[in-house]
């Protein structure tokens, strides 16, 4: 069978027709055939929003109508018992099944097209990225920063550890090294967006807060769940503090090659034969070597001068931060702004439920099983949802964006004089620590 054109390209061949774009064009943008552009662009014209809804693939009734009509209900019921079963997967259990060990199976190709007449396949939608800033290159320090963490590695004294860098691209200074705990003696978690947060929060709260952040596609920054993502916690957070993110391309590391040599520079001056008798004394220990590094240790991209040396003005932020003023620092009318530029595509299940930005919104019984595209109003502040023939529209609030969630754990503590916790600490207990100590409040473990 070959490839069939989804509903967001077809939207946009009629979206491009109507700019006066024509149908060779239109063909060479998005990679189709001129007679595929013309189909979609005439059914448009003619017929509106509800012409493109596909409607490829003989009636119900003609797949597998010359085998045992059994044999069509058994795939149909293994299909969605399993919904990750293809036609290969369908063809073997077939051939392995007593009951049509006599009987002539259907191809491949009429398995699949026996699944798309059951509407039983899958939505496979071109990629729609997230909004990203112009790449230019920075042209003074704090303009953009880069971010990264390190595979997790067991330290000795301290357990299994990733260190999360960050650098800044212009003055080469380093920001900070972070030793984020996953584990003791096997890796028990990953970084969360809490982690990182955090990681920034200190890094903000001496160098003032970036233009801009260069980061992989780690799913605390980018969704990686959907081919139109919508952006996550920490990427709106700081979309309200007015830093940017800007994302490497899939399974490049060297587009954020700096820090991924950085990686090899903190093993070597502080890692590397060592051993610690705590957490904190490993943190000690990378904060004194950050000012090595910065300040006293030859950089050869530099003309083998320090960082801090060379750019003595990386030590004066463009923008400062101190975790009590981040209330008043978070703008929402920044990520309504960027949220604004945005469209998505989901699949609504159940009762026309659908998930985006890590929420549940329920839009009713007629609006189930279909494909449905998403857009922000930011007039209101609300998501507008329509449906593939464009018959139907709904507005729901958005959810998730007020300051007290995007600021996350942070939030109920800004404004906490004195915080006690028990001994033991678990892990966020002892993260919250931390969080203290970047506000400078006073601990009292009983």
């Known amino acids: ?117 059951e509407k039983l396949t899958r939505d496979y939608e071109r990629h729609n990225p997230l909004p990203e800033p112009a790449g230019t290159a920075p042209q003074a320090p704090h303009e953009e920063w880069e971010i990264d963490a390190k595979g997790p590695q067991k330290i000795a004294g301290v357990g299994i550890a990733s260190l999360i860098n960050l650098n800044d691209c212009y003055s080469h200074v380093r920001l900070l090294s972070y030793p984020c705990l996953v584990g003791k003696e096997r890796v028990e978690r990953r970084g969360t967006t809490e982690d990182y947060q955090m990681v920034l929060r200190l890094a903000f709260s001496k160098w003032g807060l970036p233009d801009r952040i260069a980061t992989d596609r780690d799913s605390v920054f980018h969704d990686n769940t959907s081919k139109s993502p919508y952006p996550t916690r920490l990427h709106l957070w700081l979309l309200a503090l007015g830093v940017s993110l800007s994302f490497g391309r899939p399974n490049c590391p060297t587009d954020q090659g700096m820090t991924e040599w950085s990686h090899q520079l903190w093993e070597h001056q502080v890692l590397e034969g060592q051993s610690f008798v705590d957490w904190d004394h490993l943190y000690h220990m990378l904060l004194t070597r950050r000012d090595f590094l910065n300040c006293r240790l030859p950089c050869s991209s530099l003309g083998d001068v320090p960082p801090l040396v060379a750019y003595p003005q990386a030590q004066v932020p ?120 970047t506000l400078g409040a006073r601990l009292n473990g009983t």
């Not at 923008?319 to 008043?328: D, F, I, M």
């Not at 007629?366 to 529209?393: K, M, Y």
């Open 1 to 117: 069978m070959g490839k069939a054109t989804t509903l967001e390209e077809r939207i946009l061949i009629s979206e491009l027709a109507k700019g006066g774009q024509t149908d060779r064009a239109i063909a060479e943008q998005l990679g189709w055939s001129v007679s595929t552009v013309r189909k979609w662009r005439r059914r448009a014209k003619h017929d509106g929003r509800p012409g493109l809804v596909s409607r490829l693939g003989r009636p119900r009734t003609g797949e597998l109508s010359t085998f045992p009509r059994v044999m069509g209900q058994t795939v149909q019921a293994w299909r969605k018992k399993h919904p990750g079963w293809g036609p290969k997967t369908l063809r073997a259990e077939l051939e392995a099944d007593e009951e049509f060990r006599e009987h002539p199976l259907p191809s491949l190709r009429s398995l699949a097209r026996f699944l798309k007449a």
């Open 318 to 437: 463009r923008r400062l931060y101190r975790p009590e003023w981040e209330t008043e620092l978070l703008d929402l009318s920044r990520v309504y702004e960027y949220l604004a530029q945005g469209r998505w595509f989901r699949r609504s299940g159940k009762g026309g439920v659908l998930a985006i930005g890590c929420r549940f919104y329920t839009l009713g019984q007629t609006w189930q099983n279909q494909q449905v595209e998403i857009t922000f109003d930011a007039t209101d502040q609300h998501l507008v949802f329509l449906s593939a023939d464009g018959n139907h529209s709904k507005r729901i609030p958005v959810k998730g964006i007020t300051r007290q969630e995007l600021m996350g754990e942070m939030g109920p503590l800004v404004n906490l004089p004195l915080f006690q916790l028990a001994l033991p600490f678990s892990w966020e207990e002892w993260r919250v620590t931390r969080l203290l100590g």
